[in-house]
């Protein structure tokens, strides 16, 4: 008796993948890596300014201020533009937003700006994307909200879409 | 006839240049050892866009930026563990594709040697019947 039960094993191992597999259908194969850069402070940068704005360091950034929003982002990203309406919003309700343009080029983040807003207090130009790997983003566009000593306190992936803007604000109100 | 060929192959060419992104120069190492350092590293980072695939296999932009980095700290000295390190202090242990050997997933190491004696075991039966 024991040993026929034993000769099924594999069968019901088998059956036991097929149910995990079958489990999986429809859902997103990729899976979501969020920044274990949370929590941690913003690693040491300094970038100069464009478009007119003053540029980023990580020294703004911990100079004890109150939380900011920091904005990855492209001139070449079309979810860049979609979220620009939202970044709007935030700036009305009264975030302040820096900006770092990602594998960009002046011209290109000028006429950026020029067509979808300019909602950035400052924007950091970093050509080689440098940025990205160093705070451990998945993408363009992500948004990280920064408390006052400079530590990474919360990592949006993707664009922002209105149902975004309250999540972000009370994440702001949280780092304070 | 020559010339106008050659016209064609050069005509070809352009799109290709056109489409390179911004500020992404991506050039080998000179030193083939460090090189063939920074590719093995390579062939064990998981690309974080297209995800199943290794950043030497992908020709995903964020792959790029990976591989670009990966050469910089190996040709500035670092330890290929070290930029594994690196990475999986921004991405988790899931950018490595080789599995970190520690309490958690001893389990996953062990397993090819349990499976070993299962096999071994089954095998035995056998041979005493």
């Given amino acids: 008796m024991m040993t026929k039960l034993f000769w099924l094993l594999p069968l019901l191992l088998f059956a036991a993948l097929l149910a995990l597999m079958g489990g999986n259908i429809g859902r997103s194969p990729e899976a979501v890596i969020l920044s274990h850069m949370i929590g941690k402070p913003v690693p040491e940068f300094a970038f ?129 | 006839m020559r010339a106008l060929l050659a016209l064609l192959f050069l005509l070809l060419a352009l799109p290709a240049q056109a489409a390179n992104p911004v500020g992404m120069a991506e050039v080998q190492l000179e030193d083939p050892a460090t090189e063939a350092r920074a590719r093995a590293l390579m062939a064990e980072l998981r690309c974080l866009t297209c995800q199943n695939q290794s950043i030497i296999d992908s020709n995903a932009p964020q792959a790029q930026m990976m591989r670009v980095e990966v050469r910089e700290r190996i040709s500035a000295g670092e330890d290929p563990d070290e930029v594994r390190a690196w990475f999986v202090e921004r991405y988790g242990d899931w950018v490595s594709f080789a599995p970190p050997a520690r309490a958690d997933t001893a389990l996953l190491w062990m397993a090819p040697f349990l499976f070993l004696l299962l096999g071994g075991l089954l095998l035995m039966r056998r041979i005493k019947r």
Wanted: with cysteine; hydrophobic share 45%; charged share 20%.
């Fill in chain 1, 48 to 176: 100069g300014g464009t478009a007119g704005a003053e540029g980023l360091s990580r020294a703004d950034l911990a100079a004890g201020g109150a939380p900011v929003l920091v904005n990855l982002f492209a001139s070449w990203c079309l979810p860049c533009a979609v979220e620009a309406p939202q970044l709007k919003a935030l700036v009305d309700r009264g975030a302040i937003i820096h900006g770092i343009a990602v594998r960009d080029t002046p011209d290109d983040i000028a006429a950026f700006l020029d067509r979808h807003g300019n909602p950035f207090t400052r924007i950091a130009l970093d050509e080689q994307g440098r940025m990205m790997l160093a705070l451990g983003a998945s993408g363009v566009p992500e948004t990280y909200v920064i408390d006052g000593r400079g530590i990474i306190r919360f990592q949006h992936l993707g664009e922002i879409r209105a149902e975004h803007v309250p999540v972000l604000l009370a994440q702001l109100e949280k780092a304070r």
